[in-house]
C-alpha cells in the first residue's frame, strides 16, 4: 500500500509521498473546481479535484468515475447553500442572510448554519460558499440581500456565528461543511452599484471597513475564503499577492484554502485584459496566492503552457496543490469520500426540527418599521374582512429571494423550490384569521407597469375592514449582474399603493424585498410598516403572527432605509468634515436608520455609568444601563453602544458600534445591561494605515438604534502611557 493510502500517517506525511507520484496533468487538475451541471471540458478519464453543482445522483456517478482515475484522489464538493441548502428541492430555505441579520442573534445565525449543513452534507456536499462577509455601501448594488448590512463589526460577529454553525466539530465531522468567507476582499465598493466595478479603495479604507470582518473569521477557523470580481487601484482580486498571500496567509496565518470566484482566472484574459493568454494568467494566478481555480477550463491548458514556457515552475504548482491535498487529507475524504446519504435524506431534510429553526429566523428577522396610531396589532373582534393584496403577497420565489432553485444560479431544467414548501403571506393570513374573510387581489406585476389590475385591488380594500399590501422586489432585480439605478417600487406597485391610500381604508405594508427601497411616504405615512426582507420558506407564518399579535416583533435594521436613491451612501458610521449636513434640497438622515425596529411594548433606558472616567491601555471598561419595559406586554429589546473618539490624529468614523445585547423583558420589568470594552476596541486606522489606539477624550452612546437623539453619552479619558 501506497503511504499516501496510509491513514495512520499524519496528513503531512501522506501529501509528501502522493505529489511525487503525480504528473503534470494531475497535479493542475487538483488545482481546479469545475461546474458539474455544464460540460466540464476535459478529455474522457479527467476529472478536477474539486466539482461544484453537483450532489445526490449526478455526484454518485461522478465518484465512480473518479475511482477509475489512476490515484483515486476524492473529490472535494462544492455548493451553494447560500441560506439553506439552496438548490436541493425541498430543502430547508431559511430567511437571507440580510434578513437573518436583522435579528441580531448569533446562536440563531450559528443554528440556521448547523441546519444548513446537515442537510448538505447527507447529499454528497463538503463544503458551502457562505457567509458573505461583504460591507453594503450603495443599496442600487444587487447583491444587497447576501451581506449581513453596513455595520463591519456586526458583520464579523455574524460571520463567526456560522462559521460555528457550518463547520461543526471540525474537519472530521460528518455532518459539517467547510464555510467559505468571501468575498474577499473589497467587492461590494462599487462605482454606481454596478456589479464588480473597480472598486475605488486604499489600503487605509481596506484596513478601516472591509478586513476586521475577514479577520474575525480566520480568527475563528474558517476553512476556505473566496476573492471578488473587482479591480483594486488596478489591480484583479485575483491577482493582489498583497491582499491573497501577504495579508491572509502570512500575517493571518490563514491554514485553508482560497478558491477564485466564477471563471475569475478566465477575466484576466477576457474582461479585465490584463494577461494575454491562459499561460499568464495560470502564472499570475498561482503567484498571487490562489489555491483552487472556479470555472476556468482554460487553466488546464493554460498552465502547462506556461510550464512549458518556462513562465512557470512545477515546485510552485507543488505548493499550491500541497495546500489542497492537506485539506484534503485532514477532511479524512480518502477513507471516506462522503457520499449522498439517501436513507439520512429522508430523516433530516425539511424535517419538523428544522422548519422550527426556520419559522424562529423568519420571526426573529421582521423588522416593524412604522405604526401610527398603534394600528398593529389587528384587533380580530373588530375585523369581518381582510383584503390582502400587492404582487409579492403571494409569490414564494419573492420570498426566498436570490440563491434557491428557480433563481438565475441554477438551470431551468431543475425548476425550482416545490410550492407547497413555502407559506406565503396570504397563506400565513389565511391560517392566522380563521374567523375573517380574506379577499386577494394581486393588483399589479413587480416586472410590468400595467395598473389593469389595480381596478380589483382597490375593490377588495373598500370591501375590507384593513389592507395588507405585500409589494418590493422581484427575482429580475435581484444579485449578480442585477444592480438597479433607482430603488423605488417597480412596475405597478406605487400606483397601486396610491389607489389604496384613496380608499382611506387602514392599510399595513408589508416589504418583500431583497434590500432597503425608497418608499412613497406620501402615501404611507398613515400606514404600519413591517419588512420581512426574503424571509424564507415560513415568512409567511411570520408576518401572520406580527399582524395579529402572536408575535411582538423584535428585529432590528443592520441597514438603513433611504428617503431617495440619491443620497447613496447612507451607511451610519460616516466621516465628519463635509459642509453641512443636508443636501440644499433634501435631508441626509436616512428614513429608518440602522439599528432602528419597533415593538407592540415600549422600553427605556436610564442611569448610564462607566466603571470609571480614566482608563490606561490594557485596562477594561465597563458600561451600565438600565432598562425597563415600560409598556403593558413581554418584549425583547437590541440594546447597541456605539463609540466616539472625539479627536483623533486621522479622520474616523464620528460613531461606530461597539457592542449590543438582546435583553428580553417582561412588562414592567427593569435589568441593568453592561458592555465590556477592551481599550484595544478603540482603535482607528491612521494616515499611514496602521492600527493604533490613541490617548483622548472618548464618547460612549447607549440606545435603541443609531440615531443621536434616542441615546444617553458618557465621555471617558484613555490617558497616554507614561514616557
Not at 445522483?57 to 462544492?78: H, S, Y
Not at 452534507?121 to 443599496?139: E, I, K, M, Q
Not at 491554514?255 to 499570475?284: F, P, R
Not at 409569490?395 to 413555502?422: H, I, N, V
Request: net charge negative.
Amino acid at each position: 500500500m501506497h503511504n499516501y493510502l496510509n491513514a495512520s500517517l499524519s496528513p503531512e506525511e501522506r501529501v509528501k509521498d502522493l505529489i511525487p507520484r503525480m504528473n503534470r496533468e494531475e497535479k493542475i487538475l487538483q488545482l481546479m473546481q469545475l461546474g458539474a451541471h455544464i460540460d466540464l471540458g476535459l478529455e474522457e478519464g479527467q476529472l478536477p479535484g474539486s466539482l461544484l453543482h453537483c450532489m445526490n445522483d449526478i455526484l454518485v456517478g461522478f465518484n465512480d468515475q473518479n475511482n477509475e482515475t489512476r490515484l483515486k484522489i476524492p473529490l472535494l464538493i462544492g455548493e451553494d447553500c447560500i441560506h439553506g441548502h439552496s438548490f436541493h428541492p425541498g430543502a430547508t430555505i431559511f430567511p437571507t442572510q440580510l434578513a437573518l441579520a436583522n435579528s441580531w442573534d448569533t446562536e440563531l445565525l450559528e443554528e440556521v448554519a448547523r441546519v444548513t449543513a446537515i442537510e448538505a452534507s447527507c447529499t454528497g456536499v463538503h463544503w458551502t460558499f457562505s457567509p458573505v462577509l461583504c460591507l453594503t455601501r450603495d443599496l442600487r448594488w444587487g447583491r444587497v440581500g447576501e451581506t449581513f448590512g453596513e455595520d463591519p463589526y456586526l458583520i464579523g460577529e455574524f460571520a463567526t456565528a456560522m462559521i460555528r454553525g457550518y463547520q461543526g466539530e471540525g474537519l472530521n465531522d460528518p455532518n459539517g461543511i467547510l464555510a467559505t468567507a468571501k468575498h474577499y476582499a473589497g467587492y461590494s465598493e462599487t462605482q454606481g452599484g454596478r456589479d464588480s466595478s473597480e472598486a475605488d479603495l486604499s489600503v487605509r479604507k481596506l484596513k478601516s471597513y472591509f478586513l476586521p470582518p475577514f479577520k474575525k473569521a480566520c480568527e475563528a477557523g474558517c476553512m476556505a475564503y473566496m476573492t471578488g470580481y473587482q479591480s483594486i487601484e488596478g489591480v484583479p482580486s485575483t491577482a493582489n499577492r498583497w491582499l491573497l498571500h501577504d495579508v491572509l496567509k502570512e500575517e493571518w496565518g490563514f491554514e485553508g484554502i482560497l478558491v477564485t470566484d466564477w471563471d475569475n482566472v478566465g477575466a484576466l484574459v477576457k474582461s479585465q485584459k490584463i494577461c494575454a493568454d491562459y499561460a499568464e494568467a495560470a502564472t499570475l494566478a498561482i503567484r498571487s496566492g490562489n489555491d483552487l481555480m472556479m470555472a476556468t477550463k482554460e487553466f488546464l491548458q493554460g498552465t502547462l503552457d506556461a510550464l512549458d514556457q518556462g513562465m512557470l515552475e512545477e515546485s510552485e504548482v507543488d505548493d499550491v496543490l500541497a495546500r489542497i491535498l492537506l485539506l484534503k487529507f485532514r477532511m479524512g475524504l480518502f477513507e471516506n469520500p462522503r457520499l449522498p446519504d439517501f436513507d439520512r435524506q429522508k430523516e433530516v431534510i425539511a424535517c419538523e426540527a428544522h422548519k422550527q429553526v426556520n419559522i424562529k429566523a423568519a420571526r426573529e428577522s421582521l423588522v416593524l418599521l412604522q405604526n401610527p396610531n398603534s394600528l398593529l396589532p389587528l384587533q380580530p373582534d373588530a375585523i369581518q374582512k381582510i383584503a390582502v393584496v400587492g404582487p409579492n403577497a403571494d409569490t414564494d420565489s419573492s420570498q426566498l429571494g436570490d440563491w434557491s432553485l428557480g433563481t438565475s444560479q441554477y438551470s431551468a431544467e431543475y425548476g425550482k423550490q416545490p410550492r407547497e414548501c413555502t407559506t406565503t403571506v396570504l397563506d400565513g393570513i389565511r391560517t392566522e384569521f380563521p374567523d375573517q374573510e380574506v379577499l386577494f387581489a394581486q393588483g399589479c406585476e413587480i416586472t410590468d407597469a400595467s395598473t389593469e389590475g389595480i381596478a380589483d385591488a382597490v375593490a377588495a380594500a373598500q370591501e375590507a375592514d384593513v389592507v395588507v399590501a405585500v409589494v418590493g422586489d422581484a427575482l429580475p432585480f435581484i444579485g449578480e449582474r442585477c444592480s438597479v439605478a433607482t430603488l423605488e417600487l417597480q412596475g405597478g406597485q406605487q400606483a397601486l399603493l396610491e389607489a389604496l391610500a384613496q380608499t382611506g381604508k387602514p392599510m399595513i405594508v408589508v416589504l418583500v424585498s431583497s434590500k432597503p427601497l425608497v418608499l412613497p411616504m406620501q402615501f404611507l405615512g398613515n400606514a404600519a410598516i413591517v419588512s420581512g426582507f426574503n424571509p424564507g420558506m415560513e415568512g409567511g407564518t411570520a408576518i401572520a403572527e406580527v399582524l395579529s399579535g402572536k408575535l411582538n416583533p423584535t428585529g432590528k435594521l443592520t441597514i438603513s432605509f433611504p428617503v431617495h436613491v440619491g443620497q447613496q451612501p447612507t451607511f451610519y458610521n460616516q466621516v465628519p468634515g463635509q459642509h453641512g449636513n443636508r443636501y440644499a434640497d433634501l435631508t441626509q438622515e436616512p428614513l429608518f436608520p440602522f439599528g432602528h425596529g419597533l415593538s407592540y411594548t415600549s422600553f427605556e433606558y436610564s442611569d448610564f455609568t462607566l466603571s470609571s472616567q480614566e482608563v490606561e491601555k490594557g485596562d477594561t471598561l465597563q458600561a451600565t444601563v438600565t432598562l425597563t419595559n415600560t409598556g403593558t406586554r413581554a418584549g425583547t429589546e437590541i440594546a447597541q453602544l456605539y463609540v466616539n473618539d472625539l479627536v483623533t490624529s486621522a479622520t474616523w468614523v464620528e460613531k461606530r458600534l461597539v457592542g449590543y445585547d438582546r435583553v428580553p423583558l417582561e412588562a414592567g420589568e427593569s435589568k441593568q445591561v453592561t458592555f465590556t470594552l477592551e481599550t484595544s476596541d478603540l482603535w482607528i486606522v491612521d494616515a499611514k494605515a496602521e492600527y493604533v489606539v490613541e490617548a483622548g477624550e472618548f464618547r460612549l452612546r447607549v440606545g435603541p438604534s443609531s440615531r443621536d437623539d434616542a441615546h444617553l453619552t458618557q465621555t471617558f479619558l484613555l490617558k497616554a502611557a507614561a514616557s
